[in-house]
């Protein structure tokens, strides 16, 4: 008899494609829990969504949450020839403002060498150097020169001393090199007074600067450019700065001098309440919560027609979520200081519709902000940190947003059930190659017992036709 290697060879019928039907029903088995899965991973996704938005919303929520924006100040210069920065000590008021002078750096030029590159220093020296602003008695700055220094090489030790305070390069006059210093610092004190460059070169070196200009034998200071200091005048009050950064003159506030005004001609500096930055706050506010309003929507939206839902359609967390949020929004605070000057968000021009969205009337926070902005300030930041609507709303979302918040035990309960569906998906799985593997083998006998049968039956066939031929009297 002969062996069945394949299913449907004894039998000519197709088992293998019946048997791939079965394993295609089975597996229908699993649709359900691929479904499931995949509707989890989507609530995943839209929680992730939600926490992105709330976030937007908290971090605009926390600028409203800070009392210095409504307390902070701007300068306001009307003129080019300087600019002006405040901090959290300036005052209000208006300040003329004239410049004079501007402050400068102090320069000083050596005696002229021929060549930058030949040495001019014949043993260890020190270079001398002497500043404006030194008191009698003071010490020179003192930079160790190498024998056999070339003027670049006196340049390189000057540099390289970085608390020299002088900065050196090398200028071409067209007749030969000058060794150019620099302060660093502006102001006439800073300036650099004197130098002994003659006294420490070579003999050699000497004699050619005595033969090229005797005026210049000997002599410490050889062309130079006094440094200065910056002069101006505050609402009369004349002030001397070193440099043209100039702080202090005005309480709060930092001056930039970039130019001297026009003589007689003062320029008006007004520190003033800063309204932009407690306007722009509150646009942000109002814009946030809409976005996140407008993400809700999204996200737990039902179209009649289609039938097709949002990820997160029905869902209690988020259905909290705006219920504790509106909650805050329309609940409205109790001031103190102005006694509740402010208490709804209507009162700052804020509203809330009947789509849940907040719509702002620019004009009314524009009266506030110009006219009001203590109260203002009270309303979204309270006298501390949980005394304002702010404060409640960042009290609120912090709640929802952290660690054992709603939309973290959301997504880990997501989580946890896209682990279970797929520890079950595996499972059926297993199951379902053991079913397919109990109809291998029931087939593969089904196989054989039909080949036998269809031996048995071609046996017999043939014995009966034998012996049909032995009872035909004709073929004897």
């Known amino acids: 008899m002969s062996t069945i290697t394949a299913l449907g060879v004894g039998s000519g019928l197709d088992l293998s494609g019946l048997l791939d039907q079965l394993r295609d029903a089975e597996r229908g088995k699993l649709a359900p829990l691929e479904a499931q899965k995949a509707q989890q991973q989507a609530k995943i996704s839209a929680f992730g969504q939600l926490q992105s938005v709330l976030t937007t919303f908290q971090d605009s929520v926390a600028k409203l949450n800070d009392a210095s924006l409504f307390q902070s100040l701007s300068a306001n210069v009307r003129g080019e020839a300087f600019t002006a920065t405040t901090s959290k000590t300036a005052q209000p008021g208006s300040f003329n403002v004239e410049v004079t002078q501007l402050a400068r750096a102090g320069t000083l030029a050596t005696q002229r060498v021929a060549a930058a590159d030949t040495a001019i220093v014949d043993a260890d020296t020190q270079l001398e150097l002497t500043f404006a602003g030194m008191a009698p008695g003071d010490e020179p700055l003192k930079i160790d020169i190498a024998a056999g220094a070339s003027l670049e090489a006196i340049r390189d030790a000057i540099n390289a001393s970085t608390e020299s305070g002088v900065s050196a390069s090398i200028v071409n006059d067209g007749s030969g090199f000058r060794l150019a210093l620099n302060s660093t ?35 410490n200071v050889v062309i130079s450019q006094a440094g200065q200091d910056a002069n101006l005048s505050v609402n009369g009050i004349d002030i001397v700065s070193a440099t043209n950064k100039v702080e202090g003159a005005i309480q709060g506030v930092t001056l930039n001098l970039e130019q001297t005004t026009a003589d007689g001609q003062p320029i008006t500096l007004r520190v003033e309440q800063d309204t932009l930055k407690a306007r722009e706050a509150v646009q942000g506010f109002v814009k946030a919560f809409n976005e996140l309003k407008g993400t809700i929507g999204k996200l737990t939206a039902f179209n009649a027609e289609t039938g097709q839902a949002g990820d997160l359609n029905g869902d209690g967390a988020v259905r909290s979520i705006e219920a504790r949020l509106r909650g805050v929004l329309s609940g409205g605070v109790t001031g103190t200081g102005t006694e509740g000057e402010l208490r709804m968000l209507n ?31 009270e309303f979204f930041a309270g006298t501390d940190a949980k005394g304002g609507l702010a404060g409640s709303l960042n009290t609120t979302l912090g709640q929802l947003l952290d660690g054992n918040g709603i939309i973290k035990r959301s997504i880990s309960g997501a989580e946890g059930r896209v682990k279970s569906i797929g520890e079950r998906y595996a499972r059926m799985e297993v199951s379902i190659e053991r079913t397919i593997d109990r109809y291998r083998v029931q087939f593969g006998q089904l196989d054989s017992m039909i080949a036998q049968m269809n031996q048995t039956s071609a046996y017999l066939t043939q014995q009966f036709d034998m012996l049909a031929e032995l009872g035909n009297p004709r073929k004897r």
Do not use: P, Y
């Open 347 to 377: 009162q700052v021009g804020i509203s809330l519709q009947r789509d849940g969205t907040l719509k702002l009337d620019d004009a009314k926070l524009n009266e506030l902000t110009s006219g009001n902005m203590a109260a203002l300030g």
């Open 185 to 219: 610092e502006t102001g006439a004190d800073a300036a650099i007074a004197s130098s002994n460059f003659f006294d420490i070169l070579g003999a050699d070196a000497q004699a050619a600067i005595t033969a090229d200009n005797t005026a210049e034998v000997g002599s």
